[in-house]
């Protein structure tokens, strides 16, 4: 599969480069803008902001596995992140994650981000979302959902299946 | 540059050094205020400079004094004390007795609990009191201790790293008995080919990035990095990439533990059990100074020394791994004279009586920039005698910013410096060729170098009366030589190098030489004796201090003060 | 009666208050820079001159304004190690990586009031020859990220930032930075190496003190959001009349950030010390109280990094009495000034304003275990202690969660903890050693029977141990 960043991605990264005295403090906005467009982080997107940036792979390497919002594997269409930090705890996240993935036949063992097989759905715990008062809070793509319920969950799940 | 031979005038007198005073372990103690870093730029001085100024120790882990400092193994934390001063009158404050009054170092939060500071990157400053003995600072060090063993296989029985382990040997001053963690250990990558001659295990790894400092600052490769996080922190190369530059092996001297090996040595053989020799690396005209583990004449490794005058603590690859021809088999080890064994006092006399009734003007020298400086001395002395021309072999390659010499040979200045050839090497070969092919050269001596690569070639050999060739390995001259006088590989004898900046480095006998060979100086100091060119040099000292009497850039050297570093001659 | 005071929080829930800049306008902002950039050189009763950016910044030490994100640091102090004499460009960087847990403040003001933020920066800049600024906010904040890029884009277009801003001759940009889920960002080093493009490592101080070598090595100011937004109100009412507001030295306003078990969690900004801990949690104003049938159990005051505080526990604080004579008198948890100094005083810290409630339906064990999984996850692993112990404690509680307790897990989990704070490169060896240390020291009964009931437990075979 051959890696190619359209020419208007790549001007808008030229124009966050020069938002900085040193091109390397681009990473993480080229990392994010990458991400969004190709859906994950790959191998090739890794050498391509290393290049772009002067830097070298390993560099650029350190980043995507260092900050916990950059990945590596395709996620699913719909994302979801359950907060799973104290205030939302209290407020009964784990019920919420437990029934995601339930309903969504993923492991509930398992840490990190899950994906189903059919590539609609991804679910994950993650720290927290500086929303506590609205505990508990669920992410689902760019939206936070507040005081989210379980029937706010099934909603998501209908909505992303359409 | 310490230990600078000039005949200048005597330097002016150096800047007086400003001078801290502090204590350590309730020592007085002065102390520069500025010493150099790992760039050699002054900067403040560290509490852990200071402990070792004060004859101490402070374990680390991450500190290597020819790195950036990172501050990240925290194993140097020290309890310290500063001055306590009068807020308004800016004066320390007495005790009653006179002595300043001490404030030791707390937490903060937690008054009762001393706070120590990381002696690799904090200054010192007049007056402070330094701990590295007591109670809270060995605690700091137990606990710092006890996190790195908790995640660690304790695998040492099969590791490489094993009796030249930091983590060991802290442990066995600093450790705890017995673990108190019962939790199970965070697994990470094992035998990970990091590289053409690296295996890192992760597992081992205290994360204290010596080797990505290492060849991102000092060889100038950013190839290693960390990746995930927290406790799952992993040294690594990026995906795909190769841990391949020609520095990588020093990450395996400066690993305090054994995660990074190298593939050379992996297994090979226990460390203790290696006799440790002083040597030069001989693989360009740099002269790194080197150590050579050899175990019943068998070398295993070649390790870097320290030198800041040549190559501070590192050497390339290359170098470090230009060994193991010394062991191989088809070496020369007889004595022959036309192609049938014979004994050193035979073919002394014979090479001997042939230059004796050779005519002036009839003999011409090749001798090699890979051989020691007394070596050559002998030869040009033995060339003098008989007119001969005298010629080396060039041996270039291209340099690095670093370490390696464009000068592939390791002692061109000696060949220049004892007039083999003044100028450029290998001008006069082509003289050689015709003198030969004219009849007027009869007898060449061939020390060291396949000269049919160089102009001479074999038909042209097969026209001179007499040829003797020296040499370690067998070639296409030394198939052709009527006298064939097996030598040495330089880590099987003592002598001197005289690199390309003009230092005078002597190396010393790492194991003993194959078969018959031996040390070219000695039978060249024979020949010399038996011409009556020169006389003594029974011992490689009275040689090299005839030699320094008689070379003028070597004018004042002695063998005993080239220590083991050397002199600096100029050239 | 106790009651909010909004300053920063004035506008930003009024009904048809926008984050754009034609409603920022409306209601007088960007009047505060034109203020700032008109003032006068002063004269000090001493004969010193003061250029009108150092009146600014008297101004803010004046007004005893203290840091928001956590450490509660004299803003004004921190803006005077300003290195101004290196020659090097001095950096601006707003800290808007909210990621202490249970803090949801900086958030309000980002996603409704953007442009206050960017007119405290702007006059922070000015004041300290800042020519450059960042805005580092947190990844998981997309759609503040675009509210803040679109508000700089309406302040350049009305020329208060950008080239030549109102005509002063002075450029000043701000550009959004957006972490990628890390909250190490939040300490000011490791925020500087994650804008220098690499990853959040913390630095070595000494040497490299922000103020003196920050991003890229240059002197560099760090502030917190509302820290930011402070500036100009302290610019608008003066230091002086500033530190009216609050009480002395924990003076102005500040958001409080309430969840867990109460029944209104929320934010409240309210004046530093005029409101109990125990009004903030149970006056109708605020919290509203627990719910019913529930009593206190614990109160996590200043985010979850603080030392937790337990129910019916008392304090001696100090006060400062009329005639200035210092007295000490016992006060209850709830009686509390909600303010830097009592916390400090109780042992713990207001941190960044974050109160988190646990009722009596609370597992004190399963509340530390959930802590502590965050700061495993959390811990950048570059030093020692941190990478190692933080993992270290999330195991040892989660195994207690899992039927695998120990009675001696109690002094265990101190151990690892004593061994973490103050041994490491930065003050989250503190935030990850601190709830463990102060759980288990207030609540060590509850960790031992814990630990105690898993133990007879299995020798009678009742529950495997914990598997892993």
């Given at each position: 599969m051959s890696f190619s960043v359209p020419q208007a991605l790549e001007n808008e990264l030229d124009e966050l480069a020069?938002?900085?005295?040193?091109?390397?403090?681009?990473s993480l906005m080229f990392l994010h803008a990458l991400q969004e467009h190709f859906g994950h982080l790959s191998q090739e997107a890794v050498d391509w902001t290393a290049q772009k940036l002067g830097l070298q792979p390993i560099n650029v390497y350190e980043l995507v596995t260092f900050y916990?919002?950059?990945?590596?594997e395709p996620l699913g269409k719909t994302q979801i992140k359950v907060c799973r930090t104290l205030s939302c705890a209290l407020a009964g996240s784990a019920e919420l994650r437990a029934h995601l993935i339930g309903k969504l036949g993923?492991?509930?063992?398992?840490?990190g981000p899950q994906t189903t097989v059919d590539g609609q759905f991804t679910v994950e715990f993650v720290e927290c979302l500086a929303s506590c008062g609205t505990a508990p809070v669920v992410m689902v793509n760019e939206d936070l959902l507040e005081k989210c319920s379980v029937a706010d969950c099934d909603r998501v799940l209908a909505k992303g299946r359409k | 540059m310490s230990n600078v031979v000039t005949p200048a005038p005597a330097p002016a007198a150096p800047p007086p050094v400003e001078k801290i005073r502090i204590k350590v372990d309730g020592r007085d103690i002065e102390v520069p205020k500025m010493l150099p870093d790992w760039q050699g730029k002054p900067v403040p001085t560290t509490m852990l400079q200071a402990v070792q100024i004060a004859g101490g120790e402070v374990p680390h882990y991450?500190?290597?004094?020819k790195l950036p400092v990172a501050?990240?193994?925290?194993?140097?934390l020290v309890e310290f004390g500063t001055p306590m001063m009068d807020?308004?009158?800016r004066k320390p404050v007495l005790n009653e007795d006179g002595t300043p009054k001490i404030l030791r170092s707390v937490l903060p939060y937690e008054p009762q609990t001393p706070r120590g500071a990381i002696a690799c990157a904090t200054p010192i400053s007049p007056g402070m009191e330094l701990y590295p003995s007591s109670p809270a600072t060995r605690q700091m060090r137990e606990a710092v201790l006890e996190s790195l063993l908790i995640?660690?296989?304790?695998?040492?029985?099969?590791?490489?790293?094993?009796?030249?382990?930091k983590l060991q040997e802290y442990s066995v001053e600093?450790?705890?008995?017995?673990?108190r963690f019962v939790e199970p250990k965070v697994h990470k990558p094992k035998a990970?080919?990091?590289?053409?001659r690296i295996i890192l295990d992760d597992e081992r790894c205290?994360?204290?990035?010596r080797c990505i400092r290492f060849t991102k600052d000092?060889?100038?490769?950013?190839a290693l990095g960390i990746v995930n996080r927290g406790s799952y922190n992993t040294i690594a190369a990026a995906p795909?990439?190769?841990?391949?530059?020609?520095?990588?092996l020093n990450t395996v001297d400066l690993?305090?533990?054994?995660a990074l090996t190298s593939k050379d040595f992996r297994?090979?053989?226990?460390?203790?059990?290696l006799k440790e020799t002083k040597s030069l690396c001989?693989?360009?005209?740099?002269?790194c100074n080197i150590q050579v583990g050899s175990r019943e004449n068998v070398i295993h490794r070649f390790e870097p020394r320290e030198n800041d005058a040549v190559n501070s603590s590192w050497m390339c690859d290359a170098g470090r791994l230009n060994?193991?021809?010394?062991?191989?088999?088809?070496?020369?080890q007889e004595v022959l004279i036309r192609g049938a064994r014979s004994t050193w006092t035979t073919a002394v006399a014979e090479v001997v009586s042939r230059l004796i009734s050779a005519p002036k003007g009839s003999v011409a020298v090749v001798a090699s920039a890979r051989q020691t400086t007394e070596e050559l001395y002998l030869l040009r002395a033995i060339a003098a005698r008989h007119g001969a021309i005298t010629d080396s072999i060039p041996r270039e390659g291209e340099g690095d910013?670093?370490?390696?010499?464009?000068?592939?040979?390791?002692n061109s200045q000696g060949v220049r410096l004892t007039g083999i050839?003044?100028?450029?090497?290998?001008?006069r070969l082509p003289e050689i060729a015709e003198g030969i092919r004219a009849g007027r050269i009869r007898t060449l001596l061939v020390f060291g170098e396949d000269v049919t690569q160089y102009g001479l070639d074999a038909e042209l050999l097969g026209q001179l009366e007499t040829l003797v060739v020296s040499d370690i390995l067998p070639n296409a001259t030394t198939a052709l030589a009527h006298i064939l006088l097996p030598g040495c590989a330089h880590v099987e004898k003592r002598g001197t190098y005289i690199n390309v900046k003009g230092r005078v480095q002597r190396f010393m006998k790492a194991v003993e030489p194959r078969?018959?060979?031996?040390?070219?100086w000695e039978f060249l100091a024979e020949i010399a004796r038996g011409l009556g060119v020169a006389s003594g040099f029974s011992t490689i000292e009275g040689l090299f201090n005839r030699m320094a009497g008689e070379v003028p850039a070597l004018a004042g050297v002695e063998w005993a003060k080239l220590g083991d570093g050397g002199v600096t001659v100029p050239v | 009666m106790p009651q909010e005071y909004r300053l920063?929080?004035?506008?930003?829930?009024?009904?048809?208050?926008?984050?754009?800049i034609e409603c920022y306008l409306r209601h007088g902002g960007y009047a505060a820079l034109r203020k700032a950039l008109a003032t006068a050189p002063r004269e000090l009763p001493d004969g010193k001159k003061l250029g009108p950016q150092e009146v600014i910044r008297d101004e803010v030490l004046k007004s005893g304004l203290r840091g928001r994100?956590?450490?509660?640091?004299?803003a004004g102090l921190k803006w005077s190690f300003?290195?101004?004499?290196?020659g090097k460009p001095i950096y601006l960087i707003c800290n808007?990586?909210?990621?202490?847990?249970?803090?949801?403040k900086d958030r309000q003001i980002l996603h409704k009031d953007p442009h206050q933020l960017i007119e405290g920066m702007i006059i922070s800049c000015w004041a300290n020859d800042v020519r450059l600024a960042y805005i580092?906010?947190?990844?998981?904040?997309p759609q503040g990220a675009r509210l803040l890029n679109q508000a700089l884009r309406e302040a350049r277009a009305k020329g208060?930032?950008?080239?030549?801003i109102l005509g002063t001759g002075i450029d000043i940009d701000i550009h959004v930075h957006r972490g990628a889920g890390?909250?190490?960002?939040?300490e000011e080093t490791g925020l500087i190496e994650s804008l220098e493009g690499k990853r959040a490592y913390p630095r070595i101080k000494p040497p490299y003190f922000p103020a003196v070598?920050?991003?890229?090595?240059c002197p560099t100011i760090v502030n917190n959001v509302e820290t930011l937004c402070h500036v100009k109100h302290i610019v608008e009412l003066g230091g002086a009349e500033y530190a009216?507001?609050?009480?002395?030295?924990?003076?102005g306003t500040r958001i409080v950030s309430l969840s867990g078990d109460v029944k209104n969690p929320g934010y409240f900004e309210v004046?530093?010390?005029?409101?109990?801990l125990g009004e903030i949690i149970h006056h109708e104003n605020f919290?509203?109280?627990?719910?019913?049938?529930r009593s206190l159990r614990a109160i996590i005051p200043g985010g979850s990094s603080s030392k937790v505080l337990k129910a019916g526990e008392k304090f001696k604080l100090r006060k400062k009495g009329a005639d200035g004579q210092m007295t000490q008198v016992e006060a209850d948890l709830l009686d509390l000034p909600y303010d830097f100094d009592s916390l400090q005083q109780a042992g713990t810290m207001s941190g960044s304003g974050a109160v988190i409630v646990m009722d009596d339906t609370r597992d004190v064990v399963d509340v530390l275990a959930n802590v502590s999984e965050f700061y495993a996850h959390e811990?950048?692993?570059?030093?020692?202690p941190c990478r190692e112990g933080a993992l270290w404690m999330s195991k040892a509680l989660h195994r207690m969660t899992t039927?695998?307790?120990?009675?001696e897990d109690a002094d265990y989990l101190l151990h690892i903890a004593q061994n973490i704070q103050g041994r490491t490169i930065c003050a989250f060896g503190e935030a990850a050693a601190w709830p463990v240390l102060s759980f288990v020291k207030k609540f060590k009964d509850d960790f031992v029977t814990r630990g105690k009931a898993d133990e007879s437990a299995r020798a009678s075979g009742v529950v495997p141990t914990a598997h892993h």
């Amino acid at each position: 599969m051959s890696f190619s960043v359209p020419q208007a991605l790549e001007n808008e990264l030229d124009e966050l480069a020069s938002h900085y005295p040193q091109k390397r403090s681009a990473s993480l906005m080229f990392l994010h803008a990458l991400q969004e467009h190709f859906g994950h982080l790959s191998q090739e997107a890794v050498d391509w902001t290393a290049q772009k940036l002067g830097l070298q792979p390993i560099n650029v390497y350190e980043l995507v596995t260092f900050y916990p919002m950059f990945r590596q594997e395709p996620l699913g269409k719909t994302q979801i992140k359950v907060c799973r930090t104290l205030s939302c705890a209290l407020a009964g996240s784990a019920e919420l994650r437990a029934h995601l993935i339930g309903k969504l036949g993923l492991d509930s063992h398992r840490h990190g981000p899950q994906t189903t097989v059919d590539g609609q759905f991804t679910v994950e715990f993650v720290e927290c979302l500086a929303s506590c008062g609205t505990a508990p809070v669920v992410m689902v793509n760019e939206d936070l959902l507040e005081k989210c319920s379980v029937a706010d969950c099934d909603r998501v799940l209908a909505k992303g299946r359409k | 540059m310490s230990n600078v031979v000039t005949p200048a005038p005597a330097p002016a007198a150096p800047p007086p050094v400003e001078k801290i005073r502090i204590k350590v372990d309730g020592r007085d103690i002065e102390v520069p205020k500025m010493l150099p870093d790992w760039q050699g730029k002054p900067v403040p001085t560290t509490m852990l400079q200071a402990v070792q100024i004060a004859g101490g120790e402070v374990p680390h882990y991450c500190y290597h004094p020819k790195l950036p400092v990172a501050g990240n193994c925290r194993m140097c934390l020290v309890e310290f004390g500063t001055p306590m001063m009068d807020p308004a009158t800016r004066k320390p404050v007495l005790n009653e007795d006179g002595t300043p009054k001490i404030l030791r170092s707390v937490l903060p939060y937690e008054p009762q609990t001393p706070r120590g500071a990381i002696a690799c990157a904090t200054p010192i400053s007049p007056g402070m009191e330094l701990y590295p003995s007591s109670p809270a600072t060995r605690q700091m060090r137990e606990a710092v201790l006890e996190s790195l063993l908790i995640n660690h296989p304790l695998d040492c029985p099969i590791c490489d790293q094993a009796g030249e382990c930091k983590l060991q040997e802290y442990s066995v001053e600093h450790g705890q008995a017995a673990s108190r963690f019962v939790e199970p250990k965070v697994h990470k990558p094992k035998a990970v080919d990091l590289g053409p001659r690296i295996i890192l295990d992760d597992e081992r790894c205290i994360l204290c990035t010596r080797c990505i400092r290492f060849t991102k600052d000092i060889a100038g490769d950013d190839a290693l990095g960390i990746v995930n996080r927290g406790s799952y922190n992993t040294i690594a190369a990026a995906p795909g990439r190769q841990f391949d530059n020609n520095y990588t092996l020093n990450t395996v001297d400066l690993c305090p533990v054994g995660a990074l090996t190298s593939k050379d040595f992996r297994f090979k053989m226990r460390v203790w059990f290696l006799k440790e020799t002083k040597s030069l690396c001989n693989s360009c005209g740099t002269g790194c100074n080197i150590q050579v583990g050899s175990r019943e004449n068998v070398i295993h490794r070649f390790e870097p020394r320290e030198n800041d005058a040549v190559n501070s603590s590192w050497m390339c690859d290359a170098g470090r791994l230009n060994y193991q021809w010394v062991g191989r088999s088809d070496r020369l080890q007889e004595v022959l004279i036309r192609g049938a064994r014979s004994t050193w006092t035979t073919a002394v006399a014979e090479v001997v009586s042939r230059l004796i009734s050779a005519p002036k003007g009839s003999v011409a020298v090749v001798a090699s920039a890979r051989q020691t400086t007394e070596e050559l001395y002998l030869l040009r002395a033995i060339a003098a005698r008989h007119g001969a021309i005298t010629d080396s072999i060039p041996r270039e390659g291209e340099g690095d910013r670093l370490l390696v010499s464009e000068d592939r040979n390791p002692n061109s200045q000696g060949v220049r410096l004892t007039g083999i050839a003044y100028t450029e090497m290998g001008i006069r070969l082509p003289e050689i060729a015709e003198g030969i092919r004219a009849g007027r050269i009869r007898t060449l001596l061939v020390f060291g170098e396949d000269v049919t690569q160089y102009g001479l070639d074999a038909e042209l050999l097969g026209q001179l009366e007499t040829l003797v060739v020296s040499d370690i390995l067998p070639n296409a001259t030394t198939a052709l030589a009527h006298i064939l006088l097996p030598g040495c590989a330089h880590v099987e004898k003592r002598g001197t190098y005289i690199n390309v900046k003009g230092r005078v480095q002597r190396f010393m006998k790492a194991v003993e030489p194959r078969g018959d060979a031996r040390p070219e100086w000695e039978f060249l100091a024979e020949i010399a004796r038996g011409l009556g060119v020169a006389s003594g040099f029974s011992t490689i000292e009275g040689l090299f201090n005839r030699m320094a009497g008689e070379v003028p850039a070597l004018a004042g050297v002695e063998w005993a003060k080239l220590g083991d570093g050397g002199v600096t001659v100029p050239v | 009666m106790p009651q909010e005071y909004r300053l920063i929080l004035k506008h930003a829930d009024q009904p048809g208050y926008t984050p754009d800049i034609e409603c920022y306008l409306r209601h007088g902002g960007y009047a505060a820079l034109r203020k700032a950039l008109a003032t006068a050189p002063r004269e000090l009763p001493d004969g010193k001159k003061l250029g009108p950016q150092e009146v600014i910044r008297d101004e803010v030490l004046k007004s005893g304004l203290r840091g928001r994100g956590g450490a509660g640091f004299s803003a004004g102090l921190k803006w005077s190690f300003v290195d101004r004499r290196s020659g090097k460009p001095i950096y601006l960087i707003c800290n808007a990586d909210e990621s202490e847990p249970g803090t949801f403040k900086d958030r309000q003001i980002l996603h409704k009031d953007p442009h206050q933020l960017i007119e405290g920066m702007i006059i922070s800049c000015w004041a300290n020859d800042v020519r450059l600024a960042y805005i580092y906010i947190r990844g998981e904040m997309p759609q503040g990220a675009r509210l803040l890029n679109q508000a700089l884009r309406e302040a350049r277009a009305k020329g208060f930032l950008g080239k030549n801003i109102l005509g002063t001759g002075i450029d000043i940009d701000i550009h959004v930075h957006r972490g990628a889920g890390a909250y190490i960002c939040g300490e000011e080093t490791g925020l500087i190496e994650s804008l220098e493009g690499k990853r959040a490592y913390p630095r070595i101080k000494p040497p490299y003190f922000p103020a003196v070598l920050g991003l890229y090595m240059c002197p560099t100011i760090v502030n917190n959001v509302e820290t930011l937004c402070h500036v100009k109100h302290i610019v608008e009412l003066g230091g002086a009349e500033y530190a009216k507001l609050g009480t002395p030295n924990n003076t102005g306003t500040r958001i409080v950030s309430l969840s867990g078990d109460v029944k209104n969690p929320g934010y409240f900004e309210v004046e530093v010390g005029k409101v109990t801990l125990g009004e903030i949690i149970h006056h109708e104003n605020f919290g509203g109280g627990l719910r019913p049938g529930r009593s206190l159990r614990a109160i996590i005051p200043g985010g979850s990094s603080s030392k937790v505080l337990k129910a019916g526990e008392k304090f001696k604080l100090r006060k400062k009495g009329a005639d200035g004579q210092m007295t000490q008198v016992e006060a209850d948890l709830l009686d509390l000034p909600y303010d830097f100094d009592s916390l400090q005083q109780a042992g713990t810290m207001s941190g960044s304003g974050a109160v988190i409630v646990m009722d009596d339906t609370r597992d004190v064990v399963d509340v530390l275990a959930n802590v502590s999984e965050f700061y495993a996850h959390e811990s950048c692993g570059q030093c020692t202690p941190c990478r190692e112990g933080a993992l270290w404690m999330s195991k040892a509680l989660h195994r207690m969660t899992t039927g695998g307790g120990r009675a001696e897990d109690a002094d265990y989990l101190l151990h690892i903890a004593q061994n973490i704070q103050g041994r490491t490169i930065c003050a989250f060896g503190e935030a990850a050693a601190w709830p463990v240390l102060s759980f288990v020291k207030k609540f060590k009964d509850d960790f031992v029977t814990r630990g105690k009931a898993d133990e007879s437990a299995r020798a009678s075979g009742v529950v495997p141990t914990a598997h892993h």
